[in-house]
């Protein structure tokens, strides 16, 4: 039924009427857009976990509705959302379009849809509340504190770079003990076993930081995320290993990039991404940047 409403909706926007386009900009739901290309391999390829996910989606009762759109039939509309080729997944939101850039998974795809259609900045009011929301994210920014012009930097930020991370926020008293922050209001990211205070002096504007930091600081690498760093401007140090091979000369190689990027976090860590990588998706990486 959801499939039939979208591809309804979708048809029904033949003639690209502007008003008609402004029309589904302003309606209060959300829609994840499929648009493809008949003769697009990845498109074909993509289909049935897209089919996957509008099932799912259905299921747990989610409010983004799922839908496709052909985008060589409908490319005046496509345009106008800003697809550029294809596939190309967005999250339409009243005014916006967001870009899914991530790994072509159901999970992944609808965890990035359900976190772009929830609340922009989710309120933690409570240690326990703290406590769960960390043990379910690897990477956390909180916002800490009251009204103020950095909060409205955040929330600014948060509607950017939502399609990659959470946003949260929090008073002091929720945070946990070990916690000490120079002065309030604060922007920190938990991650790594520790955590790390925004300085505005230090480390720059907060959109540049956070999406610098929303990494962990030592990552399993793959084509998604090379290319996701590479937005980051932190220096890439990775280990390219046969993920197959076992031997003493690939696990020492890898565990060394491991301890310069634990035991030199504070030292280096606002300025290189550490990690390793199989040399199978390194050499496919690049091949699907000069293609």
């Known amino acids: 039924y959801t499939k039939i409403l979208v591809s309804s909706l979708l048809i029904s926007l033949r003639c690209c009427s502007p008003e008609l386009l402004l029309a589904l900009r302003k309606w209060d739901k959300f829609y994840s857009v499929f648009f493809y290309a008949p ?21 747990m009762g989610s409010p983004v509705k799922v839908g496709k759109m052909d985008a060589t039939s409908f490319s005046s509309i496509a345009s106008e959302f800003g697809v550029r080729g294809y596939p190309t997944i967005k999250l339409l939101k009243g005014d916006l379009a967001y870009n899914y850039r991530g790994p072509r998974t159901k999970d992944d795809i609808i965890e990035f849809a359900n976190r772009v259609a929830g609340p922009l900045i989710r309120p933690l009011p409570s240690q326990h509340m703290f406590e769960h929301v960390q043990k379910r994210h690897r ?33 002091e008293d929720v945070l946990p003990e070990y916690v000490t922050l120079p002065e309030l209001p604060a922007v920190v990211v938990f991650k790594d076993g520790t955590y790390f205070v925004y300085d505005e002096y230090e480390d720059g504007d907060l959109s540049s930081w956070i999406n610098r930091e929303r990494f962990q600081g030592y990552l399993n690498v793959d084509g998604f995320t090379l290319y996701e760093l590479g937005d980051t401007g932190k220096l890439v140090a ?54």
Not at 157 to 168: N, Q, R
Request: glycine share 6%; net charge negative; hydrophobic share 35%.
């Open 238 to 291: 990775i280990a390219v290993i046969d993920d197959k091979n076992s031997s003493v000369e690939h696990t020492r190689l890898k565990t060394i990039i491991q301890e310069v990027a634990r035991d030199y976090r504070d030292h280096f860590h606002r300025d290189f991404q550490f990690g390793h990588m199989d040399g199978n998706d390194y050499i496919n990486s690049l091949l699907m940047e000069h293609t």
């Open 39 to 59: 003769w697009c391999g990845h498109c074909k390829k993509l289909e049935p976990v897209w089919n996957e996910v509008g099932i799912e989606m259905k299921n």
């Open 139 to 171: 990477v956390l920014f909180v916002y800490v504190g009251g009204e103020s012009p950095l909060k409205e930097k955040y929330i600014e930020v948060a509607s950017e770079l939502i399609v990659y991370t959470y946003f949260f926020s929090a008073s």
